[in-house]
């Protein structure tokens, strides 16, 4: 078999971890999630989630990855020979599928609304319009799923390149053009006059909207948003150099992607509120309330234009991350060569994707408990198999593997000082797997 990639530089390491972490997580479903959940009470459920839950578990992924070697399937094997803890790497696997199914329809309705805003389509109209100008579009039965595909082959030809030639190399072209976009666009939200009912709508909680069920969102979120739960960060890990230090790196990315998060809410509220519309429209927050927001502002299609173009390139490297998991499995599992996996993997996608995409249209009646395929696929991943990966993830490496091989990884050898190690393992033996299993528990006994 040819010798594993691996990416060459530590800024190429950071920017694709971070370009996976980044994503529709943070500008499409957080502001939405937010919006739905009563604002500045959910961010703060998510910010605990993430500090307290997501950033342990993102060093326990790293500490798996960078040690093993492998996929998630075989990270396990690898670790711990000859017992079950393997299907936590199919678990992630499948997971992995899944998310790429709803992602991928998503990432396409982003390269759609680029074209809309360049053509001038998102001008003059109303509030309803843009309404029925999203569900026209999502509830087509073929334009979508056109842009799905040529999301998925975009994804392809960075995938099929490697770790180093091609997911490094993207995400340090795409990551720092998405920062400086989100940076302008903050700027000139914060600055729009009647901005701070939005502000205050993010930041001042109101408990009394918080549910037992927005907790588990808010936990579940904090997991999607940091790639977490399902190997995706073991995968990445796998390919770090030995010298690259696990926690500060968990540290960086973790922060960053809270900031990503949080600014994302500093674009999205000001905004929404400073032309009285609602923030709980779901899901269409971006597509349907957003334009509207835009029109009303000086120099409306240079806003919108750069708006999708960001979620764009934010929905791409993640997507690209997901794709690897699933890729690197079916090349080293079966030795069936990078781009012959990679291509497996798209054509997969793509069936689940049709599915996904006639979930707003021909199929949108098509339910089960209430919900559509979609809205399952994003049930399955969110709520249960990554909050489920997260709480086994933990147990593995608290529990299960040796503490010296962790404190090992961790300081590099002993190369780099590591602080706190023993309460490190506590959270990650009982308050993480606890937490996510009370979570849990509550939210599927309502
Ligand atoms: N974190 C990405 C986002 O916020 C999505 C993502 C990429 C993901 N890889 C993942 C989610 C692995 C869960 C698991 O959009």
Known sequence: MEKRGGFATKIGILMATVGSAVGLGNIWRFPYETGRNGGAAFLLVYLLSIFIIGFPVVMAEFVIG??????????????????????????????????????????????????????????????????????????????????????????????????????????????????????????????????????????????????????????GHAFFSLSLGMGCLITYASYFKSDIDLPKTAAQVTIIDTLVSVTAGVIIFPAVFAFNMQPEAGPGLVYMVLPNVFQQMSGSFIWSTMFYILLFLAALTSLISLHEVVTAYIHERYSISRSNSSRIVTALVLFLGVFCSLSFGLMKNATLFSMNFFEWLEYLTASVLLPLGGMLISIFVAWYLDKKIVFDELSNDGKIKVKGFKIYIFILRYVAPLCIFAVFVTSLVK
Request: no cysteine; glycine share 8%; aromatic share 12%.
């Open 66 to 219: 960078r040690k093993a070697k492998a996929n998630p399937v075989g990270a396990f094997k690898k670790l711990a020979p000859n017992t079950k803890w393997h299907w936590v790497g199919y678990m992630g696997v499948l997971a992995g599928l899944l998310i790429l199914g709803y992602y991928s329809v998503v990432a396409g309705w982003t390269m759609e609304y680029i074209f809309k805003a360049l053509s001038l389509e998102l001008e003059n109209k109303s509030a309803a319009d843009y309404k029925s100008m999203f569900e026209t579009f999502t509830s087509n039965p073929i334009l979508p799923i056109i842009w799905t595909v040529l999301v998925m082959i975009i994804s392809h030809l960075i995938v099929k390149k490697g770790i180093k030639g091609g997911i490094e190399k993207a995400s340090k072209i795409m990551m720092p053009i998405l920062f400086l976009l989100m940076l302008i666009l903050a700027v000139h939200s914060i600055l729009l006059p009647g901005s701070m009912k939005g502000i205050e709508f993010f930041f001042n909680p109101d408990f009394s909207k918080l549910t037992a069920e927005s907790v588990l969102t808010a936990l």
